[in-house]
Nanobody, 126 residues
């Protein structure tokens, strides 16, 4: 059975940083496209970042571009999302999921597929 479990969320002050981790079981992240999404209170879920297993290409939403980095740890079977210079508007529940590219991944990002984690809450507040 395939599972994704997010961790690393919490309360962070504006300007702070954190690393979210997506731990996979039942699949190997080195052979799976994985993406991060978030849903803020009262808003629709939006894609944040995606990572291609085949060529390592990555995508970042404009809202986090330049303030985040997605990476894969094949030994730990995790996909991590580092975020810094956090803003209150980054407050959301962050989810990881198996994804498929929207055409060219680094240009158009990805769409979530059938496996989703339960999310981890990130709150950016002073």
């Amino acid at each position: 059975q395939v599972h994704l479990v997010e961790s690393g969320g919490g309360l962070v002050q504006p300007g702070g940083s954190l690393t979210l981790s997506c731990a996979a079981s039942g699949l190997m992240v080195r052979y799976t496209d994985i993406g991060w999404f978030r849903q803020a209170p009262g808003k629709e879920r939006e894609q944040v970042s995606c990572l291609s297993w085949s060529d390592g290409s990555h995508y970042y939403a404009d809202s986090v571009k330049g303030r985040s980095a997605i990476s894969r740890d094949s030994a730990e079977n995790t996909v991590n999302l580092q975020m810094w210079s956090l803003k209150p508007e980054d407050t959301a529940v962050y989810y990881c999921a198996t994804v498929e590219p929207n055409g060219v991944l680094d240009a158009f990002g990805c769409t979530g597929k059938d496996v989703w984690g339960k999310g981890t809450l990130v709150t950016v507040s002073s």
